[in-house]
Structure formats: C-alpha cells, structure tokens
C-alpha cells in the first residue's frame, strides 16, 4: 500500500529522465511531452543553460533567508518588473501562495479605505489554487465541496461579462477587486476577450478596484507575451506568477504595480523558502533563455502552427466542437467526456492533459520546434479521431 496520501489519480508510469521536448519512462519508453508538467517546464527538460546554472548556484549557497539581503531576488524583481510594468514583487513558492498574497494585498488595500469587509469579484470556471482563500476564490464546486466554511469576501460572476461586473458595482459598496486569468487554464482554455479586458481596466479605474490577473498558468511567455494581458495593453494592478517561472524549480511571485505597490510593510506578509537563491537563479536563466533564444515569438508561431494544423485536420469532424487557444496554451474541445484520451495518449507515446470534462488541453514546453508540432498533430489527431467514431 502506498504511504502517499491519495490526492491525485495518478497515471501508473513514472519517469526517469529527459531530454528537451522527450520524457523516458522506467522501463526506457520515450514520451513526447506536450503537456510540460503543466505549464511548468518552459525549456524543456534538462535544458544546459538551466542544469548549469543551478548545479552552480547549489554549489555556491541554496538559501539565506528574508532576514537578509539576497542580491539574485532583487535581480530577478528588477528583470520581472521591467517586463511586466509592475513596481515590486513579493517572492513565495507557487501559485496559490502567489494568488494568497494577491488576495491579502487587496484586503489590505480595502481596509486602508476603510472598508471594513472588502470583496473581490471572481469569475466562474476560474481556478486559483487549493489554499482556503483560493479555493474559495475558485469557480469550480469539486475544489470546494467538503471544505466548508469557505473564505468569504468573494462574489462571482460570469467570465467575459462587463455587465455582470456593472451590475455587481451598483449594488455593492465593499467591493474592492476583481480577479481574472486572461486565459482561464484549468476552466479549459477559455480567453477573456480584448474588449473585456480593456473594459474591466476602465471599470477598475472608475471604481479604484484593483485588477488582479492571475498568470500563474498563462504567463511566463506562454501566449506569446510574457504575460497575457499584454496581448491587450492594459495594465494590471497585481499580476501572480508561478508554474512556468521556474522551469520547474518552485517559485510564485505577486508583481504589484500602480495603487497596489507600497502596500505592505514588514510583518504584513512573508515566506520562509520564497524568493531563495536557487529559485532565483533557476527562475532568472529561464527569462535569460527565453529572450536569447526567442522562445516568446516561437510560442506564438508554433501555437499558430498547430491550431491551424488542428483546425485542417479536424475540419467536419462530427464531435470537435472547439479549438482555441494563444500562443502555446492550447484546447480541442470535444462534444463528450473524454478523459480517456489522456491514458490513450501515454499508450501512443503522448503526454496531453484533459481539463474541464472534455477539452483536451495542450501545454507544450516553449522549446517545442516545428517537428515536434508536425509529429504532435500526426499523432494525437487519430487517436481523438478513434475515440469520437468509437
Ligand atoms: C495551477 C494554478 C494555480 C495554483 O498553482 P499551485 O502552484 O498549484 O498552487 C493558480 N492559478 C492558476 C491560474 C493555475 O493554473
């Protein structure tokens, strides 16, 4: 019997080593992994710039602590800041802590305008962790039901809807956020629309809400920016980052800008292991490596590529009802469950995710090249083609 505590499905192989955009089993079978540890691996595995730089990094000093000066967070809060737009960023270990600390900077912010119960707007099909606050912030009954008492100060509304939103303002005075994934990830790779998102900045700065985008999935270069909002020019007032930061060292960060920065002070917040000096460096050779070998424009170009690809390829196809996506964040919805496809797919040499019930989701590592998109889409096309005529 297994002392692990049953959390997760898990699928019966286990892996030993990789190699780019491959993944070799322990019996010596060979994946091809578009599916990233789930938007974590953004080069790929055992990429030589990463392994060097943290073998070298482990050699020199793993971790101090916040108590002191740690000159590689301050590096890598300057470089994400200037590519996010943001002024400062707190430094923690993963996604929900990221969107905890997000959660907490807009209570705090209520609170400074006296208000005494402050309410963040959230969206439905949202997903922002498994912490009690982000649970709770999650549009998704599954991660909540059997965890009651929720965290209340939470009110949710439809995604992609300004009025909803508009209705909400008039009717509540507590509100003092609004949180949103620019392309919602686990929900099954649903994108806010540019006129929602434009609209939503405005709403905010009427309101003086704060615009919370969680990119913990989506940023990170994965759409083809390096963070989604991009793709619509607004700019949010707290962004998260996680999943892909690291290339697989775990590190989250909450980037605040605008009237969330200078909110907090010592003692409001902090985390043991966050912002060490492994995940920094880990974290600062992934953004060094996507800019100095493209991979953002790759990510568009390879995410266009295999829409397209599976857009040909499935055309009249009875059953594919949706393929949609940006950049390397990619989603073939079907008419059906079809979390078979994922065992499927491992028997196939193919590592793909299925999320909301019936989209197969797509989260290639950034280094992906034309050949693996080519090989991909051979590939995984017959498969869900027997599995609709089955
Ligand atoms: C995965 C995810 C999280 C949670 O991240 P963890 O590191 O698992 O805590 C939060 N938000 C989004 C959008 C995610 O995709």
């Known amino acids: 019997m297994s002392h692990i505590m049953n959390t997760y499905a898990r699928l019966p192989v286990a892996f030993s080593h ?7 089993d322990t019996e010596g079978k ?15 595995h055992a990429h ?4 060097a730089a943290i073998a070298a990094q482990a050699g020199r000093l793993l971790h101090t602590s916040n108590l002191y000066q740690i000159r590689e967070q301050e590096e890598l809060a300057d470089r994400l800041a200037a590519l996010s737009g943001m002024e400062e960023v707190f430094f923690c270990n993963s996604g929900c802590e990221a969107n905890e600390a997000a959660i907490k900077l807009a209570r705090y912010y209520g609170h400074k305008k006296e208000i005494e119960m402050p309410t963040i707007i959230v969206m439905e099909k949202a997903f922002h962790g ?14 909540q039901a059997g965890f009651e008492p929720l965290v209340h100060g939470f009110l949710r509304v439809p995604y992609n809807d300004l009025d909803a939103i508009r209705a909400v303002a ?6 003092v956020a609004v949180m949103v994934e620019i392309v919602q990830g686990e929900g099954g790779i649903n994108l806010a629309s540019v006129e929602f998102q434009r609209g939503l900045r405005q709403l905010c700065d009427e309101q003086e809400w704060l615009l919370i985008c969680d990119e913990v999935q989506c940023g990170m270069a994965r759409t083809g920016k390096w963070f989604g909002y991009q793709h619509a020019g607004i700019q949010p007032d707290i962004a998260t980052l996680a999943k892909g930061l690291g290339s697989g060292v775990p590190i989250g960060a909450c980037l605040a800008g ?10 409001n917040h902090g985390s043991t292991f966050g912002g060490n000096l492994l995940a920094c460096t880990a974290a600062l050779t992934t953004i060094a490596t996507i800019e100095q070998d493209g991979l953002m424009a790759r990510a568009e170009r390879i995410g266009t590529l295999l829409r397209q690809s599976f857009k040909e390829a499935f055309a009249g196809t ?8 940006q950049g390397l964040m990619i989603g073939i919805e079907l008419d059906r469950p079809c979390g078979q496809l994922v065992q499927k797919g491992l028997e196939a040499g193919l590592l793909i995710n299925v999320t909301a019930d019936k989209v197969v989701r797509l989260l290639p590592p950034l280094i992906f090249g034309e050949g693996e998109a080519r090989e991909l889409v051979e590939r995984l096309v017959p498969l869900i083609k027997d599995f609709l005529s089955a």
């Open 318 to 325: 009875p059953g594919v009802t949706d393929i949609r996506g």
């Open 18 to 24: 990789g190699q780019g955009c491959r993944i070799t």
């Open 130 to 143: 498994r912490t009690m606050a982000t649970l709770s912030a999650t549009g998704n009954r599954k991660t």
């Open 258 to 267: 605008g009237r969330a920065a200078g909110l907090f002070g010592p003692g």
């Open 170 to 175: 008039e009717h509540h005075q507590n509100i």
């Open 48 to 51: 030589p710039k990463l392994v």
């Open 30 to 44: 060979v994946y091809l992994d578009a599916l990233s540890g789930i938007a974590v691996s953004t080069l790929g």
